[in-house]
């Protein structure tokens, strides 16, 4: 944090008003000379408010000592030059020096040399004894005030940061929605650190949005999309780590998404919000003051940002949650282990007839006709039993009771799981009548949502997660019946070239279209191909051996030339190319699967070694 000019020389004023308390305590030596300590506010003024401070602070110590202490003469001439050059020192070295405990032995030493050199100035060698006992009196009070300095500092630090993360986590729950959210993590990490300009960026893969900004004292919401690489931070941001720019005139961030503050900034700090290990955002702050961010800047923003971090998330979370649970036209009913509503959607509003803070708090039982609330409370037990969080439970047609007293045929699928040890029960219900095409739509999805977990995002074949489930049934299976496995593990040629080449756009084409042709040619074969992650595939051929898998193999290479993708970095051909591994074993029941996917992944490498767009076998023992 910053202070103000004028603050600086009222603290200096205060610490001046401090070193004359002390020298009415002083001890006079002779009529001319007087002992005490009253060049400790001197260090704390430097330490606090810099050069200004000081120098306030020894011009009041030398207008006392003047106008108190006997008039102008040598000794207070001295003593007031002196104070000065106390104050001159002792400011740059706290201003210039980086560690805490650094600035205070520099500090130190600098007083007592001045110290030393006016005593022996004016008192000669009898300045000795005096000295003997002074020094070390000046040295203890300064490591005192100093000790005593950096434990109030670290306590007035730590209250303010959990006063603050305290405050935010208040304004974290009023806040209704995610918008919210941005608005208010921005505008009190701007507050906190009194900075220019900021904004928050959320960021999914390689492609972020803008959505809040604070720019000339107005806060706004936006929706502006960006490339993550617009941004020259982005690279230790993705990483978790804070990037800093101190001062824009010696390093400036120089991202087409960064120039939007480039005006009157001279430093800022972008600060990823990680979640789950994975940076789903970033927060950016600005300020007209170069070397503005310190050290102990960065410290507080790693205690808060986690809180942050974690209510962005709770809130997107929630409100997907809303927005499913209220897109419903089923009626969706939460309940804590009491059986008491506690959540209820808008299709339970319009199958009932109660609005959200009328049914909240009742019993579940009070929306069910009274001829079957004792199966419904049998149900509720059945599912604490059993505990289907897993799915949807078994399903109970029940007589509902409308607001207006009217009978509706409903069906109820109870569920229950358990949070900080106290039971929940969700309940899904329907009209009868819409069962069936309701039954139809909910399998649809919970299939659509298997398949699309299944699919890699980027080419909609098969992905490393389904892999690894068809690889172990397929070696299982080999297992028991005793019949070879072949896996191909598949690489497109200096990729990487050609992505630097082509760019990332044209990139992705080029894997869509191999995908497409391996997962075709697997196809046809009653194959199974899959992305295993970046450029690199995966085939899984059931009761193949070495030789057909071979051949299996350099038909994909053909297939992949055939396709006649321009690559004009490649070093061995004009056109994208493919390198194959191929490994076969014969499992036994007592075996496991590893080294074989191990073994297809050197054979890969051995085909790059000898030139790759080629086929290169192994057979495991």
Request: hydrophobic content about 45%; aromatic content about 10%.
């Amino acid at each position: 944090m910053k202070s103000s000019t004028i603050g600086k020389l009222r603290f200096g004023f205060l610490q001046g008003v401090h070193s004359l308390l002390l020298m009415i305590f002083s001890v006079r030596f002779d009529e001319n000379v007087i002992i005490d300590i009253r060049q400790i506010p001197i260090l704390i003024a430097a330490h606090f408010g810099g050069i200004p401070s000081a120098i306030v602070t020894a011009v009041v110590i030398s207008l006392y000592r003047i106008l108190f202490y006997g008039g102008i003469y040598s000794a207070s001439v001295t003593a007031s030059i002196g104070a000065i050059i106390m104050s001159v020192g002792a400011g740059l070295i706290f201003t210039r020096v980086g560690r805490y405990w650094h600035k205070w032995a520099f500090g130190t030493a600098w007083i007592l040399l001045i110290v030393a050199a006016m005593f022996l100035y004016l008192l000669g060698a009898s300045a000795g004894p005096i000295l003997q006992s002074l020094l070390p009196l000046l040295a203890i009070s300064s490591i005192f005030t100093a000790a005593f300095i950096r434990y109030y500092e670290q306590a007035s630090e730590n209250f303010s940061v959990n006063a603050f993360i305290s405050e935010l986590t208040q304004k974290f729950r009023q806040s209704p929605d995610a918008p919210d959210i941005y608005v208010t993590s921005l505008k009190e990490m701007i507050h906190l650190f009194r900075c220019s300009a900021g904004s928050i960026v959320l960021i999914s893969h390689n492609h972020c949005k803008s959505v809040c900004q604070y720019v000339d004292g107005e806060y706004m919401m936006i929706n502006r999309s960006h490339h993550l690489t617009d941004f020259s931070a982005h690279q230790r941001v993705m990483n978790g780590q804070i990037a800093s720019y101190p001062d824009w005139l010696e390093n400036r961030p120089e991202g087409s998404a960064d120039l939007q503050y480039q005006r009157r900034i001279r430093s800022s700090i972008y600060v990823p919000i990680v979640y789950k290990d994975k940076t789903i955002a970033m927060i950016h702050l600005a300020s007209r003051y170069p070397r503005h961010f310190k050290d102990k800047d960065l410290e507080t923003i790693l205690k808060v940002v986690p809180l942050i971090s974690l209510m962005m998330s709770l809130k997107e979370s929630e409100s997907m949650f809303n927005a499913i649970m209220h897109s419903s036209n089923d009626a969706i009913i939460v309940a804590n282990h009491e059986g008491n509503i506690e959540l209820w959607n808008t299709g339970a509003e319009r199958l009932f007839g109660y609005a959200e803070e009328e049914a909240a708090g009742l019993p579940f039982s009070f929306i069910i006709a009274d001829s079957d609330k004792a199966k419904l409370l049998e149900q509720l037990e059945h599912a604490k039993v059993n505990e289907t969080m897993s799915g949807i439970g078994q399903t109970i047609e029940l007589e509902g009771l409308h607001r207006n007293l009217s009978m509706i045929p409903i069906e109820v699928a109870i569920s229950s799981w358990e949070t900080g040890g106290l039971m929940h029960y969700s309940g899904i219900i329907r009209n009868a009548t819409a069962r069936k095409q309701t039954e139809g739509r909910l399998m649809q999805a919970k299939e659509m949502f298997r398949k699309l977990s299944k699919l890699d995002g980027l080419t909609g074949i098969r992905n490393r997660r389904s892999f690894d489930e068809r690889y172990s049934r397929l070696w299982t299976e080999a297992a028991h019946q005793s019949v070879p496995l072949s896996v191909i593990m598949l690489d497109i040629d200096f990729f990487k070239a050609f992505n630097d080449t082509y760019g990332h756009q044209v990139g992705d084409s080029c894997l869509k279209k191999v995908a497409g042709v391996l997962d075709q040619i697997a196809a046809d074969h009653g194959y199974f191909a899959a992305r295993y992650g970046g450029e690199e595939f995966v085939c899984l051929l059931p009761k193949t051996t070495t030789e057909a898998a071979r051949a299996f193999g350099e038909m994909l290479c053909t297939a992949v030339r055939d396709i006649g993708i321009p690559h004009k970095k490649s070093l061995i051909s004009t056109v994208v190319t493919v390198s194959i591994g191929v490994a076969t074993i014969t499992p036994s029941p007592l075996s496991t699967g590893e080294s074989l996917v191990e073994l297809a992944d050197k054979a890969l490498y051995q085909a790059k070694l000898e030139g790759r767009n080629q086929v290169v076998t192994v057979m495991a023992g």
